[in-house]
């Protein structure tokens, strides 16, 4: 379920990159931007190269200006993966980086925003993050979900998923492949009391909405798209 499409274009991190700022929210260092007065917020969950990825943190920076205040907690510790550790291969660094483990922490992160008068939130999940935001729409303890060629997703959790959910998937994709989330579409279709979709990007691979490159146009503007559609799914139902 994971391999070197996870680990394809790593992103130069940086702890100052954005528009917002890091605080401590429920006991996690978290990326957060837009006004604290919003009453709708969204959490983004990273993938397996965390919270300091500035194309991520940009994202959140053009969610958080459509009104909602927007949390990035690292929840990987401050322990990214790093692929030039030959120490840690990847099979190594999950085993310490569990997405249940995660599912857990966002529940306090989650009651830290609402204490600020937060009523509705909204997550989205990127390769690793979506496993754990898919856990939360099984929870109902977000108000809405968006997975991003998502790792580790299972036709099992898509079954039991209680909130409105979009997949925005990439046709070049071996973890999450289109025939895959042509399953999610399956079931989603038969669950009427749960709005959902898929879509799958063409000519994009597994991670490109936020490992795209710059001087790859296609790439950028299909990243976009797929922001878009985040944006309008998140506009729609955490209200």
Not at 36 to 41: C, E, H, P, V, W
Not at 97 to 119: Q, R
Not at 218 to 225: D, F, Q, T, Y
């Amino acid at each position: 379920m994971s391999g070197p499409q996870c680990c394809s274009n790593p992103p130069t991190l940086n702890p100052n990159a954005g528009g917002g700022h890091v605080e401590q929210l429920g006991g996690f260092s978290s990326y957060v931007s837009g006004s604290t007065d919003s009453k709708l917020a969204v959490l983004l969950v990273s993938d397996i190269f965390g919270y300091e990825n500035p194309k991520l943190r940009k994202l959140a920076d053009k969610v958080a200006a459509a009104g909602f205040y927007v949390v990035v907690p690292d929840f990987l510790h401050g322990d990214p993966y790093v692929p030039e550790n030959a120490e840690r291969p990847l099979p190594d660094w999950l085993k310490d980086h569990g997405a249940d483990k995660a599912f857990e922490e966002a529940k306090p992160v989650i009651e830290a925003v609402k204490s600020k008068g937060v009523s509705a939130v909204g997550a989205a999940g990127f390769c690793w993050g979506a496993k754990v935001v898919v856990e939360l729409a099984k929870s109902e303890l977000i108000q809405a979900a968006v997975l991003l060629h998502p790792s580790f997703v299972t036709l099992d959790d898509i079954k039991v998923v209680k909130v409105p959910i979009a997949v925005l998937g990439a046709e070049i994709d071996k973890i999450s492949p289109p025939e895959v989330l042509k399953q999610f579409e399956e079931v989603l279709a038969a669950k009427p009391e749960v709005d959902g979709y898929v879509k799958i990007f063409p000519k994009v691979a597994h991670g490109w909405t936020v490992r795209y490159r710059d001087e790859d146009e296609a790439a950028v503007k299909s990243a976009e798209e797929a922001h878009q559609n985040l944006l309008e799914w998140f506009v729609k139902y955490v209200k």
